[in-house]
T-cell receptor
Framework: GNSVTQMEGPVTLSEEAFLTINCTYT??????LFWYVQYPGEGLQLLLK?????DKGSNKGFEATYRKETTSFHLEKGSVQVSDSAVYFC??????????FGDGTTLTVKP | NAGVTQTPKFQVLKTGQSMTLQCAQD?????MYWYRQDPGMGLRLIYY???????DKGEVPNGYNVSRLNKREFSLRLESAAPSQTSVYFC?????????????FGNGTRLTVT
């Protein structure tokens, strides 16, 4: 079946540091890939997506590139802020839009 | 824009009690979903409705039932609550049941079963 594996957390960074959160997936065919962000007490919000190989999704300074050859979709940001502290989920859609999620990575950014 | 609205926000039940979690979306989306979120386990799909009038089981449907009341509303019912159903429940919607459609989530219902 489909699966998503995320870098284990928690991740703690200083403000303005570079962020990478690794995500790899297993799926048949060509899934669509997503990153969602969850702030405390809230539901998940779409951060970015990519729907085919070599697509780059980007939003709010975050980027991720759909790499079919390595089955990866790593999330990056060049300079994190305190307000980026949240839980980040990698997900794939394959088959009638049903999503499979990773376990989430908690990011804390310290001033 | 309200987006996806879930009620209640918090609920405590005793083992064996029943309850219905309500969900409504105002984005004219065709597809709706119920997920549960448990620590260290990501989100797991309970049931989904690809379009009005249809419902299907997800990964963890046992102990739950759903009703797609109309295009806007999708409820989740626990007939006889068990401690294993203690979790945070999220309703989500998408424009269509297609792989490129992202999910829009409500803020969740935190359920404790004692």
């Amino acid at each position: 079946g489909n699966s998503v594996t995320q870098m284990e957390g928690p991740v703690t960074l200083s403000e303005e540091a570079f962020l990478t959160i690794n995500c790899t997936y297993t799926a048949t065919g060509y899934p669509s890939l997503f990153w969602y962000v969850q702030y405390p007490g809230e539901g998940l919000q779409l951060l970015l997506k990519a729907t085919k190989a070599d697509d780059k999704g980007s939003n709010k300074g975050f980027e991720a590139t759909y790499r079919k050859e390595t089955t990866s979709f790593h999330l990056e940001k060049g300079s994190v802020q305190v307000s980026d502290s949240a839980v980040y989920f990698c997900a794939l859609n394959k088959g009638a839009g049903k999503s499979t999620f990773g376990d989430g990575t908690t990011l804390t950014v310290k001033p | 824009n309200a987006g996806v609205t879930q009620t209640p926000k918090f609920q405590v039940l005793k083992t064996g009690q029943s309850m219905t979690l309500q969900c409504a979306q105002d984005m004219n989306h065709n597809s709706m979903y119920w997920y549960r979120q448990d620590p260290g386990m990501g989100l797991r799909l309970i049931y989904y409705s690809a379009s009005e009038g249809t419902t299907d089981k997800g990964e963890v449907p046992n102990g739950y039932n759903v009703s797609r009341l109309n295009k806007r509303e999708f409820s989740l019912r626990l007939e006889s609550a068990a401690p294993s159903q203690t979790s945070v429940y999220f309703c989500a919607s998408s424009e269509q049941a297609a792989d490129n459609s992202p999910l829009h989530f409500g803020n969740g219902t935190r359920l404790t079963v004692t």
